[in-house]
């Protein structure tokens, strides 16, 4: 999968590097700014009011 | 000597030099050979040997994106535990700054919109910092890095009400993390409440390090849980328990023990010092 993507890129060695990275830094953003938050709520790791069980499904 | 000793350094560096044009000559014979190899396995049975590199192929495939997976999770975490204290003290900061604008401007009431925040809880045994308070406890808003007042289950009192319980949730780890060190407290702590014109100094006389979310009895106006019977006014401190999981809930009661008005310098009170 990333031979492929590799050798996909444009230009020589260290054109590919500097697309690659910048490929990762935008990934690392996309995650960062919009699928973590996203993501977070659905996950039960930061519930810290008592709710009872109506809240159950929303984290807070 | 000489010119035979360079003569005979000129063959020792051609032979340096030599046996590197063969060796990279014997490593393209190499990877010839090893051509060579699969071409002979293809002769062999080529239909076996397309299906080997269509396995391989996916088996690359599959294990590149586990790789990917675990390095996503691992970006969760870094997420979870740091980028979102950043974001929220970021937020947490300005809204502080301007709830205090807010009180500074105060001959002109109402002028300025201090977005909800009510005042700032201090709690010297859990950190030297103050953390802004505002109303309500859904995600949203204690994601900013504040604590937040309940609104329900339990509607919180507020403190200058006569009676009732004053009840805090702010996040253990992550978006400010602001109770984080909430095991820190100790029964006899202050915790003191700054609003613009009064500090009210609680002082905790109960602790309940485990409890379970659906527990929303600890929210009550005379929390029994915490061993009290009548009515007063009460501060209670809720976040989840253990660290980095909502398994349980952690619960830390105080009761108001004193007020001290604010003064010009806005000097805090001893317990503060």
């Given at each position: 999968m990333y031979g492929w993507i590799w050798r996909h890129l444009p230009g020589n060695t260290p054109v590919r590097t500097v697309i690659s990275v910048i490929l990762v830094l935008g990934v690392v953003y996309l995650l960062f700014q919009y699928v973590f938050p996203w993501a977070e709520p659905l996950l039960p790791f930061n519930d810290v009011t008592v709710d009872g069980a109506a809240g159950a499904g929303g984290a807070a | 000597m000489a010119e035979i000793e360079e003569g005979g350094e000129r063959p020792a560096n051609a032979v340096c030099t030599e046996p590197e044009e063969p060796a990279e000559g014997a490593g393209g014979d190499g990877a010839g050979s090893g051509g060579d190899r699969t071409g002979g396995g293809d002769g062999a049975s080529s239909g076996g040997a397309g299906a080997r590199g269509v396995v391989a192929a996916i088996v690359g495939v599959v294990g590149e994106l586990l790789i990917t997976a675990g390095l996503v999770l691992a970006l969760f975490v870094v997420y979870s535990l740091w980028w979102t204290n950043v974001l929220a003290d970021r937020e947490a900061q300005r809204e502080g700054s301007k709830v205090r604008d807010g009180w500074e401007q105060s001959e002109r009431p109402g002028a300025i919109d201090i977005a909800g925040g009510i005042g700032f809880l201090h709690v010297p045994a859990m950190s030297s910092n103050d953390v802004l308070v505002k109303k309500g406890t859904e995600p949203d808003e204690l994601n900013q890095g504040i604590a937040g007042y309940y609104t329900s289950p339990v509607k919180s009192a507020l403190?200058?009400?006569?009676?009732?319980n004053f009840s805090l949730a702010a996040h253990r780890d992550g978006h400010g993390a602001k109770f984080h060190d909430i095991d820190k407290i100790e029964k006899g702590d202050a915790v003191v409440f700054e609003t613009k014109n009064t500090w009210f100094v609680y002082k905790v006389y109960?602790?309940?390090?485990e409890t379970s979310r659906y527990n929303v009895g600890v929210l009550d106006p005379v929390p029994e849980e915490s061993g009290k019977k009548e009515a007063g006014r009460y501060i209670t401190l809720t976040t989840c328990t253990p660290v980095y999981t909502s398994k349980y809930r952690y619960v830390v009661w105080g009761e108001l023990e004193r007020t001290e008005d604010v003064d010009a310098e806005r000097t805090p009170p001893k317990e503060l010092r």
């Open positions: - | 403190p200058q009400d006569q009676s009732g109960e602790i309940l390090p």
